[in-house]
């Protein structure tokens, strides 16, 4: 049980572009998601916490114009990178809160932005 | 303000040794424990987690953690390494928010490297 999916897993795309990540909880509903960001060799960084049917919450220094955030349903949350920049390449990982106060993470998905 | 420090960066062990990650925390309130492993480009698997009541907790994957309130610490150990555990080890204590306890504040992490 448990189980959190993202999609895509990697994507490449141009400068100025947007992408859209998705993010499923499988077997079971999560009012709240979260979506991190991960450089590498270092740990997590919290972006934002999406909360289903409002709006999400930022992390301080990161811009919610540039990362949009939409939690429809209890089972997926998105996070569009808006006019995405080399310096948005990274690996996106979101995690789902269960009713037992646990996160449960996706794979990741690896952003590379040319 | 809430903190966790993972002190060792890079630890290798043999395989069939005994492993002890280290993890500290600073939280004012009870906290909720977490340990989570990481292999290279995936998400992350919790290992075990500790809420309340006995303070060795066990997981999968043969692991255990014991949480030490005196000493403000969860240290992760498993008696017996196989080369598979190899991977990044995160520790986690989660914080108020909204009234629950989800928001996560990790450590900077430990790779654990496994020798033949």
């Known amino acids: 049980g448990a189980v959190v999916s993202q999609h895509p897993s990697w994507v490449i795309c141009k400068s100025g572009t947007s992408v859209k990540i998705e993010c499923r909880s499988l077997d079971f509903q999560a009012t709240t998601m979260f979506w991190y960001r991960q450089f590498p060799k270092q740990s997590l960084m919290l972006m934002a916490t999406?909360?289903?049917?409002?709006?999400?919450?930022?992390e301080q220094g990161v811009e919610k114009d540039k990362f949009l955030i939409n939690h429809a349903s209890l089972t997926l949350s998105t996070l569009t990178v808006t006019s995405a920049h080399p310096e948005d390449s990274s690996f996106y990982i979101c995690?789902?809160?269960?009713?037992?106060?646990?996160?449960?993470f996706g794979p990741g998905t690896r952003l590379l932005v040319l | 303000a809430q903190s966790v420090t993972q002190p060792d960066i890079h630890i290798t062990v043999s395989e069939g040794a005994s492993l002890e990650l280290r993890c500290n925390y600073s939280y004012g309130a009870t906290p909720y424990l977490f340990w989570y492993v990481q292999s290279p480009g995936q998400g992350l698997q919790l290992l075990l987690k500790y809420f309340s009541g006995d303070t060795l907790v066990q997981g999968i994957k043969g692991f255990e953690a014991e949480f030490k309130r005196s000493q403000s610490s969860f240290n992760l150990r498993k008696p017996s390494v196989h080369w598979s555990d190899a991977a990044e080890y995160f520790c986690a204590v989660g914080t108020l928010y909204g009234g629950a306890t989800n928001k996560l504040i990790f450590g900077t992490g430990t790779l654990l490297a496994v020798q033949p």
């Open positions: 999406s909360n289903e049917g409002s709006k999400a919450t930022y």
């Open positions: 995690s789902a809160l269960t009713m037992t106060e646990t996160q449960y």
